[in-house]
Each structure stands twice: as structure tokens, then as C-alpha cells.
């Protein structure tokens, strides 16, 4: 085996990756393909860019990035020490001078003895895994090159284009007062069954999908909030490559005001159980996790902006105290199927010598890439030594992230960190902040406690 371990990517998760590598006393040969090559979004010569919102996130304890970032502070994250050192007026976010962290991670990274840094484009992964271990970290938006040899050592036909997804809520804040479990067409009233018996039926329906159904006025002016609301600008290659397979729903509403009644929330096969009478129109949420504990509303893909989809989602009848774990994005974004290639240390479940980092892995956004760098890097270390796993406890975000992206999910999309993927406390707690700040102290402790 060689004497080092190979990263390919430079980028957030990249960068880290190769940062812990050395700190544990192994070289790193670091592959960035910049500035030879350039994505359509990259412009910046230097390790580590931002290329969207200079924003990290949330610093408070209470949050789940806040915590997120706060477990990675006590493993020695580079990433996260560099933007605390950087960072700009934000309030109780932490935001970064984008230019002066990529700067800083870049000569960290170069005056360290053990990290040679290779400005080429890797193409092929298969020789690198057979001499040593590698960590795949390029991305999402991996090149072509690249795209098509993650596809052969997957067994991808393809990869995944994260085109767009619609928002995830959490079941506690829905209004049950108004929402309905089951299925299309076992929500109607059955002609020999009382009111009772019929209600008590859809109790103990399937949990998998919960309906949310609307009368006449309530649809019309969620529409003409929904066709007139803000969207996001796009890139003109993500225009490209988005619109050819999907639809927004906002598009779709579009067409015309029945359009969306006729499409995601047809109202046949349902009765609501307020009045016994098929409604106007009907929102499906679908279960998105194992724990029952998030939801996905059914084909509300959406290129809104988030206040936008906060506001106007918000008027949905049952979500209007609604508590949005993540928000529907649409861009391009190459992500693999995690959650049946690879185990919770990020690494390939059909090669030992191969992990992978960053959002190609499903993780959704800065400080969650940076997570999965310190994870695959640790254990590429153990790997190297011969030494166990390490598995990172669930409680924690570091861990949560971990076991959502390896939990087999046949509709596994990208996550970010949110308390809606981590084990629920021991006792129902009502109070939102209170029950956050447990759930934060028992994450950071779990950390503490597995310190390295």
C-alpha cells in the first residue's frame, strides 16, 4: 500500500479531509483540477471556494447547524477555526469574508509538510484505490470526466441530478386538527360505516402519507399567493439542464389555476373528515425518514426563495404553525445513492480503499460537507492503521448525518443537519427552544465523550 492517502477535491470537504489526515501524521496527495480547470460556477484559483452565500449558518446552540458546528469545533475542525477567524457582521449567524477563508485554508493547507497539493484533473479512481486509499470529494459539480468514472466504481448507470426537491417538515408541528393519515381512495367514507367507525378507521391508517385538504377558498388564495411569490435566479447551465426533467411547482400553477387540482393535489379518492365530503383539493406529505419523524410535501419541488416558501407553504391548511427542516432547492447537484453504496463512515461498501466526502455524498450544504470530510478522513486514517471504525454516535449531528446518508432510502435525497434526523429524547418535551437546547447538550456530550 502507498505511504499516503489520496484526496481528490479540493473544496470544503476536501480540504478538511486532507487537514485531518496530516494532523494524524500521514501524507496527503491533495488533487484540485483548478486553476487547470474551472466549473461553470468556480472562478477562484484558491482551496476551499464559496460559491454561493458566504453564510455558515446559524452559530446558537439551539440550532442544528449552530450544534453542528459547535461538535466540529471540539474535534479541531480546520474549516470551521479558519471561518470563525474570517468572519463578518451577521448577527447570530456565522459569515465569512469569502475571499480572505479560501485565501487562509489554502496556505494552511500548502505550508503543511505532509499535504502535497496536485492542480490536475483525476479520471481514474479504479488504479488509485488498488495502490492506496482514496477519498472522493469533488463536489456537486463533479466533472464530466470524473462523473463518469464515479459511475463505473458505483455501478451508477448514472448519477443522481439533484434537480430540484420539494421541503420536509416535521410531524409534530402539522395541525392533526385538519390532517389525515392513509392512502388515496381509503380515505372515503364507506356507505355502511357510521361517522365513528370511518374516523376511527383513518386513525389507524398508514402513517406513511398525511393529508391536508382544502376547500374552494382556501386553494384559491394559496395559488394566487403561490404564481405571484419570489423565485430564486438560477445559472444559465443549471436552466438548462433543470427544466428539461422536471417542473416547479410554481411553473406549474402556471398553466392554470385547476392545473395543480388535476395534478399533486387531486382531491379523488379522499374524504375530508371534518365534513364527510371530498375537498376542493388535497396536499399529500410523505413519511421521509424511518423514524416517522419528517415529512416531504408530495411534488412541491420549488425554486421559491425560502422566505417565499415559508410564507406561502405556510397557508397550506395544517402547516401553518408548520417548522421547516429544509427548504426545496433546485440547482444542479451530482450526488451518488448513498444510502445503498456506502456504511456511516462515508466509506464504499464495495471497496475498503474508497470513501467519499462532501455534497456527492448527499450531505446538503457547508458546514454538513466539512462534517463528512472529518469523518471519512478519520477513518481513511483507521483504514491505513488497520484500526476499527469509528462510528460516530447518533445523538450527535456529526453522527445523525452519518447514518441518514448510509440508511437505505428509495427516495434518498440530500439532507441537511436539523434535529428531525436525530433520536428523540427520552421524555416529550413541549417547549421548542427547551427541548432544542436538551437535544444540542446531549449531541455536544456525545462528542465530548468520543473526543480523538
Known sequence: MKDYITVIGGGLAGSESAYQIAKRGIKVKLYEMKPIKYSEAHSNKNLAEIVCSNSFKSNLHTNACGLLKEELRELDSLLIRIADETQVPAGQALAVDREIFSQKVTEELEKNELIEIIHEEVTDIEKISEEGIVIIATGPLTSEGMAKEISKITGQDKLYFYDAAAPIVTKESIDFNIAFYGNRYEQEKGKQETEEEWKNRLKEQDASYINLPMNQEEYEKFYNELVNAEVVTLHEFEKREIFEGCMPVEVMAKRGKDTLRYGPLKPVGFDDPRTAKRPYAVVQLRQDNQQGTIYNIVGFQTNLKYGEQKRVFSMIPGLEKAEFVKYGVMHRNTYINSSKLLDNTYNLKSNKNIYFAGQITGVEGYVESISSGMVAAINACGNYRNEEKIIFP????????????????????????????VPELEIKIKDKKLKYEKLADRGLLAIKNKKM
Open 394 to 421: 447518533e445523538v450527535s449531528m456529526i453522527g445523525a448525518l452519518a447514518k441518514y446518508i448510509s440508511t437505505e432510502n428509495d427516495r434518498f435525497q440530500p439532507m441537511n443537519a436539523n434535529f428531525g434526523i
